[in-house]
């Protein structure tokens, strides 16, 4: 991929038609995710992902579904790269699949598994498509997890081989990688909330799965600069919490201090400020030591610098204090957190929390629709982060979506959501923010994780029992965005 262009001058306030334009060489695309998509979860020596053994546990996921096949990516890629085209994408983001490319997670890679990746990125290039690969989303090989998962060390070293294994496979082709995708869901639904893979529900080895995954992205972050070109782009994509305290009030405020530090700076504090904020030392003293888990080195291993900021952005995260001496019940405070229900928190040192619905129309995950979230967020990291790009690598909705009689796919309420949520990106970057592109969350319809396949954020619709393909209203409104380099009215 080409690297992101030299800082964009603010965009005009309209372009000739009255529409709201953005930056010149502004990159517009599309996000997948492997297991989410690609299918063939036996096929060509790929071995199970700890989503391949979540899903096929009863209970964990909605009507019992897998990823088995997902949309079939694997075998239809050609077909779905021809549709990236027809909609005038020009980024795809998607993920690899590090049991199809290394099933132990130790040794050599399959070839197989890295022949896939090599012609689906031919496949992208030939059609003028730059591809942006991602690392890991969050389809850990089952043998690392059976070794203990990301909660040990050793996770983040074999996650360095296998960065760079991947570089040296596809660096002659790809120019743009991300380390991780949203590691705090990694950590904190995975091994707090257990609503994700693995499903363990240890706060401590939730503080220590979001350690080794900041530890494992500085790894892969040193291989992927050892194995590509000068010229490729790294960087890492985080779902950065838009807090907000309900009321301004002491409390609530320190509430929202409190989900800010192990939602977010977590994060944010070992990858860009140089370590780990002292508050949130101090909210998780009680469940591990970090000095025995932070060893010497590893802060400034996770502080290389990367090149651009990937932000995933759906909706804001509103907290209060417990109104006097009432706390949540088990599971309580995390139900209106946005990230599923269970008895578990996957807010360590921040369990009594309370998380409230913001007011206003919600979509099909319940999820609040508020784009001055995206404004407020992209502005105050690059307030916080001057110099450093940043990328919206997710952001979309999911909603009820049917195939009319003629066969058609009407969703109006996604194309108001994206033309509310661009309209807002657009005005950060008239205000300074140095925001290169932006990624719609997601291309196709897909297993959507705990939910399985009761979720539609696609694009493009997907009929499962046959797998056909039907782009929707706002699949052809998105292209005419991409076309302009521009918002188009929500109609003509």
């Not at 990694?186 to 893979?197: C, E, K, P, R, T």
């Not at 609040?368 to 952001?395: C, K, Q, W």
Request: hydrophobic fraction near 40%; charged fraction near 20%.
């Amino acid at each position: 991929m080409t690297a992101p262009s030299p800082s964009p001058a603010a965009p005009t306030t309209a372009d000739p038609s009255g529409r709201l334009a953005f930056p010149r060489g502004f990159l517009w695309g599309a996000a997948t995710a492997s297991y989410q998509i690609e299918g063939a979860a036996a096929e060509g020596g790929r071995t199970p992902s700890i989503w391949d053994v979540f899903s096929r546990t009863p209970g964990k996921v909605h009507a019992g579904d897998t990823g088995d096949q997902a949309t079939d990516h694997y075998h239809r890629y050609r077909e779905d790269v021809a549709l990236m085209s027809e909609l005038g994408l020009q980024a795809y983001r998607f993920s690899l699949s590090w049991s199809r490319i290394q099933p132990t997670g130790r040794g050599p890679a399959v070839e197989q598994g890295l022949d896939f990746y090599r012609r689906l990125v031919d496949e992208l290039l030939a059609a003028g498509i730059q591809p942006v690969a991602t690392l890991y989303h969050w389809d850990l090989p089952q043998e690392l997890e059976d070794a203990g998962g990301w909660p040990v060390r050793e996770t983040a070293e074999r996650f360095g081989e296998y960065a760079a294994i991947a570089a040296d496979a596809l660096g002659d082709r790809v120019r743009f990688w991300t380390t991780l995708n949203e590691p705090w869901c990694s950590a904190f639904l995975g091994y707090g909330s257990g609503v994700h893979a693995p499903g363990r529900t240890d706060p401590a080895d939730a503080l220590r799965a979001a350690h080794h995954l900041n530890l494992g992205h500085g790894r892969a972050v040193a291989a992927l600069r050892a194995g590509l070109p000068a010229d490729a782009r790294v960087s890492v994509t985080l779902n950065l919490h838009q807090v907000r305290p309900l009321t301004d009030g002491a409390a609530d405020r320190d509430a929202a201090r409190r989900i800010d530090a192990v939602g977010n700076r977590i994060f944010t504090g070992p990858i860009l400020d140089g370590g780990y904020p002292a508050d949130l030392r101090a909210d998780t003293a009680h469940l591990v030591d970090w000095d025995d888990l932070v060893r010497p080195g590893d802060e400034a291993a996770v502080g290389a610098p990367i090149d651009v900021l990937g932000i995933n952005y759906y909706t804001p995260t509103l907290v209060s204090a417990p109104a006097g001496d009432e706390r949540p019940a088990p599971g309580e405070a995390a139900r209106n957190d946005a990230h599923g229900a269970s008895d578990h928190s996957p807010w360590p040192g921040a369990e009594h929390v309370v998380f409230h619905l913001p007011p206003g129309e919600v979509t099909a995950m319940n999820w609040a629709v508020d784009p001055t979230g995206l404004y407020d967020l992209v502005t105050d990291v690059s307030r916080r982060h001057p110099g450093l790009p940043l990328m919206i690598t997710e952001n979309g909705a999911a909603y009820e979506d049917t195939v009319t009689p003629d066969g058609e796919v009407h969703d109006p309420q996604r194309i108001d959501y994206l033309h509310r949520h661009l309209a807002a990106l657009h005005r950060a970057i008239a205000d300074g923010a140095d925001v290169r592109g932006y990624f719609l969350w997601s291309l196709l319809d897909n297993f959507e994780w705990s939910y399985g396949y009761s979720r539609r954020f696609g694009a493009v619709y997907v009929d499962y029992p046959t797998q056909r393909r039907i782009p929707k209203d706002s699949a052809r409104w998105y292209a005419r965005s991409v076309r302009a380099n521009a918002i188009p009215p929500v109609r003509d």
